[in-house]
C-alpha cells in the first residue's frame, strides 16, 4: 500500500533537545550540540508511523529547523527557520519545548501560533522537569494553545509514539484550532477587522484571525500582497483606526514592542495556569559547577589547563594506535612489493598510494581524542561558559565572545568552523571571525607538527611543542583580528546576549554520533581527495622517466664491490631522478621564492602540495624522501630522514609557514561561500601567505642567529 | 539604578529597557521583560559580562548590554 507523506517542521529554542529527539524518533545521524547555533544547516529524516485503526501508513519526514529564540530575524539560524516556516511547503509544526523552562519556551510558541499552521506542541525533558519537581498538566495547557500537547522525553524515550499519533492526527484535521488570545483591547479590533472580511467574502487562503492579526501587526508581505486589491481602499481606514486603539491603549507606538508584551503575557498566563512547582534541585548543580567554573579567577585557569590537557590526552594517548596503524601499513607496502615485484604497479601502490594514505590514516587516533574532548566540552554546556569568561578578552581584540566556539572548531577543522560562524549575527564580527580562522591550526595540521615536533625536539616534548603551536596560532588570529578591526572592518559591535544552558551529562550515543560522523569525514577525505593528491605527487615525482641516468649510476653500481658504497650511490641515484621528475622541476621553480626561509625544493614542493590538503605535505615529504628504500618507511624513518636534510633554523621557519598559510581548497571554497567573494577570497590567501612568509623569515634568521 | 550596578547575589526587578529595537527583542526573548525578577549570578573579570538569572533561565550579558537595563534592586532577598 502506498504510504501517506506527511512532511513536519521542527521548530524549538536552542538547546530544548530538538536534535536529540529526532536521533531518539529516527535513530538518525545528527550533529546536536549543547550551544546555541550548532545546527545550522538545515537537515531531514524519516520515520513511518501505522495507524492501528485504518492501519494506514504513514511516512513522516522531519525537517530539523535551526534553534531560534524567536522569528526576529536577529541572527542567521532564525532567518533561515522563519523563511522555512514562511515560504516553504510543510504540512505541520512541531514545536519542541524545553519543560524546564517553559515561560521562556511559550514566547517561541505564541510566534508560531500566530502563523496559522497546524501544530503539535512537544513537552520535552519531561523527566527532567520531574526530578527538579515541575509538574505541567498537558491537556491543560493543550486546551490554552489549543493544539495537542505531548509530553516527551528523547532521553527515557517517553511519549514519542504518542507524538506520532498526534502528528498524524493533526494532518488529518483540515484545519488548525491554535489560537492565542491576546488582551481584550486587541481582541476587539481582531474582531472588528474579521468582521469585515466576512462581510466582504473576501477569499483568503489563510483563517481571517489570522489574517486580522498580521496586519495588525504590520507584516510586511501581507502589506505588499494586500495593498494591489480593491479591498485596501475599505480596509486602510479600519485598519488605521485599528492601530490608533491600541497606541491609545498601551500608550505604546511601537507594534513590534505591543505584540512582544502580550506574547510575554500570554507565556505567563499559560505558565502559570499549567505548572506547578515543588522545589528547585537540578539547578542548584548547575549554580555549584558554575561556582567553580565561571569564578571570577579560576575560571581562565582552570580552562586553559582543561585545553592543556586535551592536548597532551591527544597525543600521548593516540601514539599507540597510530605505531599499529603505521605498521599495519608498513606491512601491506612490504607485501605488495614481494607480490608484484619490482614494477610500476608495485611502485603506485605501494609508494604512492599506501604511502600517502597511510600517514593520513595513521593520524586518526589524534583527531578522534581530539574531536571526542571538543564533543564533550560542547554537549555538557561548557563551551557557552567559556563564551561568557573570554568575552571581555575576546572583545578586545575585536571579537565577539561567540567567535569562540568557531575558532576552537578550527582546532579540528576550519571547513565546519567557518559554517560554525555564521551564529555571529554582525557582518563585521562575522567577516573578522572568518578572517583569522585560518590561524587555528585544524586537525590536519598536526601530522605536520608531530613530524617536525618529533624529529628535531624528540617524542616526549611533542606535546608541549604542540600546545605552543596552538597557542601561538591561536595569538596570531586575536592579533590579526585586531588589525582587521581597526583598520579594515570597522563597526557597531554585535550585542553579547546568550544563554548559559544547564550542565548535562551527554549522552555516549550523541558524542558517539558526533565523533563518527567528523572522524568518517576525515577518512572520507583521505580515501578520496588525498588518495588522488598521493596518487599525482607520485606520479610527478617518477615521471618523467631517465634511462640514461639510470644507466650510467647501474653501471657504477656494477663497479664497486663495496655493499655500503652501493647502497650510497643507490641513494644518489633516487635523488638524482626526483630532481629531474616534474615535481623536482616545479619545487625548484618556485624555490627562489622559498629560498630566503631556508627551504630546499622538497619542503617547497611539500608546501604547495600542501594547498591541496595539509596531510598532502606529509604524504608528499614521505614520497620526496624514502622512495626507494621501502624497506624503512614510516613516520619515524621519515623523522630521520628530516634530521638529516633540514636544518633546525629551517625547519622551525617550516613549522611557522604551515602554521599560517591557508588550510586547504576545501576550506577555501568554504570561505569563498560564506563571504559570498571571490575578492575576500584573494585577500585571504594573498594575506596569508604574505604573513606566512614573513613570519617564517624571521623565524629561520632569528632561530640562525641564536643557533 | 542599572543592572551593572548589582553585586553578585543581588536580586532585582527590571524596570525599563533602553535598547533599539532589536536588542529589545532580543532580550525580550530570552524572557528579560520589564516586571520580570532577576538575580545577578557572577560576573568575569574586570566586570566585563555578567551572568544573571531570569525565571530559571540563566543569560550571559555583556557590560554594554547590562548598562541599558534598568533595574529596581530588592531590599531583602524573598526566598523562592
Given at each position: 500500500m502506498e504510504k501517506e507523506k506527511i512532511k513536519v517542521a521542527l521548530v524549538g529554542q536552542p538547546n530544548v533537545g530538538k536534535s536529540s529527539l529526532i536521533n531518539a524518533i529516527a535513530n538518525a545521524k545528527l550533529h546536536v550540540g549543547n550551544f546555541a547555533g550548532v545546527t545550522v544547516d538545515i537537515s531531514e529524516v524519516k520515520t513511518t508511523y501505522c495507524d492501528p485503526e485504518g492501519c494506514a501508513e504513514y511516512e513522516i519526514t522531519i525537517v530539523d529547523l535551526p534553534g531560534t529564540y524567536s522569528l526576529n530575524d536577529y541572527s542567521m539560524e532564525e532567518r533561515v527557520t522563519k523563511e522555512f516556516l514562511l515560504h516553504e511547503e510543510y504540512d505541520l509544526i512541531v514545536n519542541v519545548v524545553d519543560s524546564t523552562h517553559l515561560q521562556r519556551n511559550l514566547l517561541l510558541t505564541a510566534e508560531l501560533l500566530e502563523l496559522g499552521q497546524k501544530m503539535v506542541v512537544?513537552?520535552?525533558?519531561?523527566?527532567?522537569?520531574?526530578?527538579?519537581?515541575?509538574?505541567?498538566?498537558?491537556?491543560?495547557?493543550?486546551?490554552?494553545?489549543?493544539?495537542?500537547?505531548?509530553?516527551?522525553?528523547?532521553?527515557?524515550?517517553?511519549g514519542l509514539e504518542k507524538l506520532k499519533q498526534s502528528v498524524v492526527e493533526v494532518y488529518k484535521k483540515p484545519k488548525t484550532d491554535s489560537k492565542i488570545i491576546y488582551s481584550d483591547f486587541i481582541e476587539e479590533e481582531i474582531d472588528r477587522l474579521v468582521k469585515f472580511f466576512e462581510e466582504k467574502h473576501y477569499p483568503s487562503e489563510i483563517p481571517y484571525r489570522h489574517l486580522a492579526i498580521r496586519l495588525l501587526k504590520e507584516d510586511t508581505q501581507i502589506y505588499k500582497r494586500m495593498h494591489d486589491e480593491p479591498i485596501w481602499i475599505e480596509l486602510l481606514p479600519l485598519l488605521r483606526?485599528?492601530?490608533?486603539?491600541?497606541?491609545?491603549?498601551?500608550?505604546?507606538?511601537?507594534?513590534?514592542?505591543?505584540?512582544?508584551?502580550?506574547?510575554?503575557?500570554?507565556?505567563?498566563?499559560?505558565?502559570?495556569?499549567?505548572?506547578?512547582?515543588?522545589?528547585?534541585?537540578?539547578?542548584?548543580?548547575?549554580?555549584?559547577?558554575?561556582?567553580?567554573?565561571?569564578?571570577k579567577y579560576l575560571g581562565i585557569p582552570i580552562f586553559l589547563f582543561l585545553m592543556w590537557g586535551l592536548f597532551q590526552l591527544t597525543f600521548s594517548l593516540g601514539q599507540l594506535p597510530m605505531d599499529w596503524i603505521q605498521a599495519g601499513f608498513d606491512w601491506l607496502a612490504a607485501q605488495t612489493h614481494a607480490l608484484l615485484g619490482e614494477t610500476q604497479l608495485a611502485s603506485v601502490i605501494a609508494d604512492g598510494i599506501l604511502g600517502g594514505v597511510g600517514a593520513v590514516?595513521?593520524?586518526?587516533?589524534?583527531?578522534?581524542?581530539?574531536?571526542?574532548?571538543?564533543?564533550?566540552?560542547?554537549?555538557?554546556?561548557?563551551?557557552?561558559?567559556?563564551?561568557?569568561?573570554?568575552?571581555?578578552?575576546f572583545h578586545k581584540f575585536g571579537l565577539h565572545g561567540k567567535s569562540?566556539?568557531?575558532?576552537?572548531?578550527?582546532?579540528?577543522?576550519?571547513?565546519?568552523?567557518?559554517?560554525?560562524?555564521?551564529?555571529?549575527?554582525?557582518?563585521?564580527d562575522r567577516m573578522i571571525t572568518l578572517f583569522i580562522l585560518?590561524?587555528?591550526?585544524?586537525?590536519?595540521?598536526?601530522?605536520?607538527?608531530?613530524?617536525?615536533?618529533?624529529?628535531?625536539?624528540?617524542?616526549?616534548?611533542?606535546?608541549?611543542?604542540?600546545?605552543?603551536?596552538?597557542?601561538?596560532?591561536?595569538?596570531?588570529?586575536?592579533?590579526?583580528?585586531?588589525?582587521?578591526?581597526?583598520?579594515?572592518?570597522?563597526?557597531?559591535?554585535?550585542?553579547?546576549?546568550?544563554?548559559?544552558?544547564?550542565?548535562?551529562?551527554?549522552?555516549?550515543?550523541?558524542?558517539?554520533?558526533?565523533?563518527?560522523?567528523?572522524?568518517?569525514?576525515?577518512?572520507?577525505?583521505?580515501?578520496?581527495?588525498?588518495?588522488?593528491?598521493?596518487?599525482?605527487?607520485?606520479?610527478?615525482?617518477?615521471?618523467?622517466?631517465?634511462?640514461?641516468?639510470?644507466?650510467?649510476?647501474e653501471a657504477k653500481i656494477a663497479q664497486t664491490a663495496a655493499p655500503q658504497e652501493k647502497a650510497k650511490l643507490q641513494g644518489r641515484l633516487q635523488e638524482e631522478l626526483l630532481a629531474q621528475s616534474y615535481l623536482g622541476q616545479v619545487g625548484k621553480a618556485t624555490q627562489p621564492f622559498f629560498a630566503p626561509l631556508g627551504f630546499d625544493w622538497k619542503l617547497s614542493v611539500a608546501l604547495e602540495a600542501g594547498l591541496a590538503?595539509?596531510?598532502?605535505?606529509?604524504?608528499?615529504?614521505?614520497?620526496?624522501?624514502?622512495?626507494?628504500?621501502?624497506?624503512?618507511?614510516?613516520?619515524?624513518?621519515?623523522?630521520?630522514?628530516?634530521?638529516?636534510?633540514?636544518?633546525?633554523?629551517?625547519?622551525?621557519?617550516?613549522?611557522?609557514?604551515?602554521?599560517?598559510?591557508?588550510?586547504?581548497?576545501?576550506?577555501?571554497?568554504?570561505?569563498?561561500?560564506?563571504?559570498?567573494?571571490?575578492?575576500?577570497?584573494?585577500?585571504?590567501?594573498?594575506?596569508?601567505?604574505?604573513?606566512?612568509?614573513?613570519?617564517s623569515f624571521l623565524t629561520y634568521n632569528v632561530v640562525k642567529l641564536l643557533v | 539604578m542599572r543592572l551593572t550596578e548589582l553585586r553578585k547575589g543581588d536580586r532585582g526587578t527590571i524596570l525599563r529597557i533602553q535598547a533599539d529595537p532589536e536588542l529589545r527583542n532580543r532580550l525580550h526573548s530570552f524572557g528579560i521583560i520589564p516586571g520580570e525578577e532577576l538575580e545577578v549570578k557572577g560576573c568575569s573579570l574586570a566586570r566585563q559580562t555578567m551572568e544573571i538569572d531570569v525565571d530559571g533561565t540563566l543569560i550571559a550579558l555583556r557590560k554594554e548590554e547590562a548598562e541599558k537595563i534598568e533595574v529596581e534592586k530588592s531590599v531583602s532577598a524573598p526566598a523562592r
Amino acid at each position: 500500500m502506498e504510504k501517506e507523506k506527511i512532511k513536519v517542521a521542527l521548530v524549538g529554542q536552542p538547546n530544548v533537545g530538538k536534535s536529540s529527539l529526532i536521533n531518539a524518533i529516527a535513530n538518525a545521524k545528527l550533529h546536536v550540540g549543547n550551544f546555541a547555533g550548532v545546527t545550522v544547516d538545515i537537515s531531514e529524516v524519516k520515520t513511518t508511523y501505522c495507524d492501528p485503526e485504518g492501519c494506514a501508513e504513514y511516512e513522516i519526514t522531519i525537517v530539523d529547523l535551526p534553534g531560534t529564540y524567536s522569528l526576529n530575524d536577529y541572527s542567521m539560524e532564525e532567518r533561515v527557520t522563519k523563511e522555512f516556516l514562511l515560504h516553504e511547503e510543510y504540512d505541520l509544526i512541531v514545536n519542541v519545548v524545553d519543560s524546564t523552562h517553559l515561560q521562556r519556551n511559550l514566547l517561541l510558541t505564541a510566534e508560531l501560533l500566530e502563523l496559522g499552521q497546524k501544530m503539535v506542541v512537544a513537552l520535552n525533558m519531561i523527566d527532567e522537569a520531574k526530578k527538579e519537581g515541575i509538574e505541567i498538566d498537558a491537556k491543560q495547557l493543550g486546551v490554552i494553545l489549543g493544539v495537542p500537547v505531548v509530553p516527551v522525553s528523547a532521553k527515557t524515550k517517553e511519549g514519542l509514539e504518542k507524538l506520532k499519533q498526534s502528528v498524524v492526527e493533526v494532518y488529518k484535521k483540515p484545519k488548525t484550532d491554535s489560537k492565542i488570545i491576546y488582551s481584550d483591547f486587541i481582541e476587539e479590533e481582531i474582531d472588528r477587522l474579521v468582521k469585515f472580511f466576512e462581510e466582504k467574502h473576501y477569499p483568503s487562503e489563510i483563517p481571517y484571525r489570522h489574517l486580522a492579526i498580521r496586519l495588525l501587526k504590520e507584516d510586511t508581505q501581507i502589506y505588499k500582497r494586500m495593498h494591489d486589491e480593491p479591498i485596501w481602499i475599505e480596509l486602510l481606514p479600519l485598519l488605521r483606526e485599528a492601530l490608533d486603539h491600541i497606541y491609545l491603549h498601551t500608550g505604546k507606538k511601537d507594534i513590534n514592542e505591543i505584540f512582544a508584551d502580550e506574547h510575554f503575557a500570554f507565556a505567563k498566563g499559560a505558565k502559570m495556569e499549567v505548572i506547578s512547582t515543588k522545589q528547585m534541585r537540578a539547578k542548584n548543580l548547575t549554580q555549584k559547577i558554575d561556582n567553580l567554573l565561571i569564578n571570577k579567577y579560576l575560571g581562565i585557569p582552570i580552562f586553559l589547563f582543561l585545553m592543556w590537557g586535551l592536548f597532551q590526552l591527544t597525543f600521548s594517548l593516540g601514539q599507540l594506535p597510530m605505531d599499529w596503524i603505521q605498521a599495519g601499513f608498513d606491512w601491506l607496502a612490504a607485501q605488495t612489493h614481494a607480490l608484484l615485484g619490482e614494477t610500476q604497479l608495485a611502485s603506485v601502490i605501494a609508494d604512492g598510494i599506501l604511502g600517502g594514505v597511510g600517514a593520513v590514516v595513521s593520524f586518526l587516533p589524534n583527531i578522534i581524542i581530539l574531536f571526542f574532548g571538543i564533543a564533550l566540552l560542547e554537549t555538557t554546556g561548557y563551551m557557552a561558559r567559556v563564551s561568557f569568561l573570554l568575552d571581555g578578552f575576546f572583545h578586545k581584540f575585536g571579537l565577539h565572545g561567540k567567535s569562540f566556539v568557531p575558532l576552537v572548531t578550527g582546532f579540528g577543522c576550519t571547513v565546519p568552523a567557518y559554517m560554525a560562524a555564521r551564529t555571529l549575527k554582525s557582518r563585521t564580527d562575522r567577516m573578522i571571525t572568518l578572517f583569522i580562522l585560518g590561524f587555528m591550526s585544524c586537525s590536519a595540521r598536526i601530522p605536520v607538527y608531530v613530524l617536525f615536533a618529533g624529529a628535531f625536539f624528540g617524542t616526549e616534548h611533542a606535546g608541549n611543542i604542540l600546545f605552543l603551536i596552538y597557542i601561538a596560532g591561536a595569538l596570531f588570529g586575536l592579533m590579526a583580528a585586531k588589525v582587521l578591526r581597526v583598520f579594515v572592518f570597522k563597526g557597531e559591535d554585535d550585542p553579547f546576549v546568550m544563554e548559559m544552558p544547564k550542565y548535562r551529562l551527554p549522552s555516549l550515543k550523541l558524542i558517539y554520533h558526533v565523533v563518527a560522523g567528523q572522524s568518517m569525514d576525515y577518512l572520507r577525505k583521505a580515501g578520496t581527495f588525498i588518495l588522488f593528491a598521493s596518487v599525482l605527487v607520485w606520479f610527478a615525482s617518477n615521471y618523467p622517466k631517465n634511462p640514461e641516468l639510470e644507466k650510467r649510476f647501474e653501471a657504477k653500481i656494477a663497479q664497486t664491490a663495496a655493499p655500503q658504497e652501493k647502497a650510497k650511490l643507490q641513494g644518489r641515484l633516487q635523488e638524482e631522478l626526483l630532481a629531474q621528475s616534474y615535481l623536482g622541476q616545479v619545487g625548484k621553480a618556485t624555490q627562489p621564492f622559498f629560498a630566503p626561509l631556508g627551504f630546499d625544493w622538497k619542503l617547497s614542493v611539500a608546501l604547495e602540495a600542501g594547498l591541496a590538503a595539509k596531510e598532502v605535505v606529509v604524504s608528499t615529504l614521505g614520497v620526496l624522501y624514502s622512495l626507494g628504500n621501502a624497506a624503512d618507511k614510516g613516520a619515524r624513518a621519515l623523522q630521520e630522514q628530516l634530521k638529516r636534510h633540514v636544518s633546525f633554523p629551517a625547519a622551525l621557519a617550516f613549522i611557522v609557514f604551515v602554521m599560517l598559510y591557508v588550510p586547504c581548497f576545501a576550506a577555501m571554497a568554504v570561505f569563498k561561500q560564506e563571504t559570498g567573494s571571490w575578492l575576500y577570497l584573494a585577500y585571504l590567501f594573498i594575506g596569508t601567505t604574505a604573513v606566512a612568509w614573513a613570519f617564517s623569515f624571521l623565524t629561520y634568521n632569528v632561530v640562525k642567529l641564536l643557533v | 539604578m542599572r543592572l551593572t550596578e548589582l553585586r553578585k547575589g543581588d536580586r532585582g526587578t527590571i524596570l525599563r529597557i533602553q535598547a533599539d529595537p532589536e536588542l529589545r527583542n532580543r532580550l525580550h526573548s530570552f524572557g528579560i521583560i520589564p516586571g520580570e525578577e532577576l538575580e545577578v549570578k557572577g560576573c568575569s573579570l574586570a566586570r566585563q559580562t555578567m551572568e544573571i538569572d531570569v525565571d530559571g533561565t540563566l543569560i550571559a550579558l555583556r557590560k554594554e548590554e547590562a548598562e541599558k537595563i534598568e533595574v529596581e534592586k530588592s531590599v531583602s532577598a524573598p526566598a523562592r
